[in-house]
């Protein structure tokens, strides 16, 4: 009887690993969700920080060329200047939007 004892233990132990292990199991497919979950947020978040950034470089633009006082001598150097910096945001939007294709 000694043997069915530890044998019935034994039996015991593994069903209780059994057990702990889909236990683990599904607490790892719960992580594994909220990772995901986090990874999408954080992709989220660089998106809507590029896209301040370039609002925030639109702006700056905008002020600069608000504060400008355009003088006859100098209009042709302060419009090649503007069409310069505006061809500048039009090369980085293009690449944004190269990168958000991906």
Do not use: P, Y
Not at 33 to 48: I, M, P, W, Y
């Amino acid at each position: 009887m000694a043997l069915a004892g530890q044998l019935d233990n034994v039996l015991d132990r593994a069903q209780r690993l059994i057990e702990l292990c889909e236990a683990l199991q599904e607490e790892n497919d719960l992580l594994k969700l909220e990772n995901q979950s986090l990874k999408v947020a954080v992709e989220t978040g660089k998106t809507k920080a590029l896209e301040l950034e370039e609002k925030l470089k639109v702006l700056k633009l905008a002020r600069s060329l608000e504060g400008n006082t355009v003088l006859k001598s100098g209009a042709n150097e302060k419009t090649l200047d503007i069409k310069q910096k505006i061809s500048e945001f039009v090369r980085e939007i293009d690449k944004c939007i190269v990168l958000l294709k991906k």
